[in-house]
Structures are given as C-alpha cells and as structure tokens.
C-alpha cells in the first residue's frame, strides 16, 4: 500500500510539470507481480496446484463464452484464450495503480490509448468498425471488467487485423496474439500485418499450443479448413 500511495504521488507531481516517461515507466511496473501467479485481472480463477492449471479451469469455465466469441467473429478459441492466459501468467499485475493504467479485465483489453486520455485505443477502433456497440471510456472499463465482455473485444480486435489483408491468421493465433498485444487495427491501414514478426506474447502461444487446445479443444469445423 506504501509503495502504491508512494507512486500515486510522483506519477501526479510528474504529470503535473509534463514528465510523461515517468508517468509511462512507473505505470509499467509499480504493481508488477512475481512470476508464478495469476495475474489479478483473473483473481477469481478456481485453485489449483500452478498457476498455469488455475489459468487453463478459468478459461474452461468460459468456455461456452469463448466458444460463441469464435462463432460470431470466426476467430479461433485458442487465441482468444491465448491472449487472455499469456497476460494472466506472463504478465501478472497486483492490480491497476495509478489511475493510470490503460487496460482493464481479462485480456488485459486496452479501454484507452492514453495514460490519462482516451485516445483511439484499439477496443474503440472495434466499436467505430460497428463489431462492439459503442460505450464511452468510463462504460468501456467497467464493461470490460466483466469476462464475457472482455472475450467478444478481444475477438472483435483479433477480426479487425483479419480484415487487414490477414485471410489465414484467423487459426495463426501466435500471430493474432502478437497483434493484439502490440498493434492497433489501424497501425495497418492500407497494408498487411502479415510481415509483423512474432513477439514474446506469440512465442509463448506457440509454445502453449498442447495446453491452450486441452483447456479449450480445437476450434470448430471449418474455421481452419
């Protein structure tokens, strides 16, 4: 609590005199978890012996989320639930401090583009592509709080990049996942992200490919036919 109070402190005197790469690296790492546990956006996980078993029971819990998220926008179960495990277990967080952080609920869904303004965050690009009703910032966060919510952005996201000139990403969930942790929709306006190499966030789904299809199985008939 100290060190939250201690930060909340310096990130407003910094943005006050405009120290914004302050404001950034305090953000970044004030709240930072150990490795080994989930991260808090997924508190409510069923126990198990690892952190990787709690993540792999929530994500079987949602199952049925996941499962219309990938019928509605034919983007593979894996990896959306990809997304959502990696920022559990790789990236785990004891909460948003701050007020400054940008993302909310599982996903770690971006709800805006700013520290402290809204900006063109990718789940608002979704909404201006008419694949999520339209909310206002503050609406946005709390929404994405809730899982299923949070699951139809990030498919919603993932779809945008596949409409970017990106036909067989839609099951290349190492790549979606890459996109959706590094990239805007628009970052690609008027050209492919196929040529975007993979990040750590689609290494780490590459990897998880066995454990990602036990907790969810394969993606329906068809989709990656």
């Not at 036909?167 to 790549?175: I, K, Q, Y």
Request: net charge positive; with cysteine; charged share 20%.
């Amino acid at each position: 609590m100290r060190r939250a109070v201690l930060a909340l402190v310096l990130a407003a005197s910094a943005a006050a005199i405009g120290l914004g790469p302050l404001v950034e690296m305090l953000a970044a790492h004030v709240g930072r978890e150990r490795p080994g546990v989930v991260s808090f956006e997924l508190a409510d996980a069923p126990a198990a012996p690892t952190a990787e078993g709690r993540v792999a029971l929530w994500l079987g819990r949602h199952a049925a989320e996941l499962d219309r998220a990938e019928r509605r926008f034919g983007i593979d179960r894996r990896a959306i639930g990809a997304a959502i495990a990696y920022e559990a277990l790789a990236d785990p967080r004891t909460g948003t401090y701050l007020y400054a952080a940008r993302f909310s609920g599982p996903g770690k869904v971006h709800f805006r583009e700013n520290r402290f303004s809204e900006g063109d965050p990718s789940a608002k690009q979704v909404e201006d592509l008419g694949l999520m009703p339209h909310l206002d910032m503050a609406s946005r966060r709390a929404a994405l709080e809730r899982p299923a919510v949070a699951i139809g952005y990030i498919a919603a996201i993932m779809s945008a990049f596949v409409r970017n000139d990106l036909p067989h990403a839609r099951c290349a969930d190492a790549h979606l996942v890459t996109l959706y942790t590094a990239w805007k929709p628009s970052d690609f306006t008027g050209r492919s992200p196929a040529g975007v190499s993979d990040n750590a966030a689609g290494a780490w789904t590459a990897r998880h490919a066995d454990y990602l299809t036990a907790a969810l199985g394969a993606p329906r008939a068809g989709l990656c036919g």
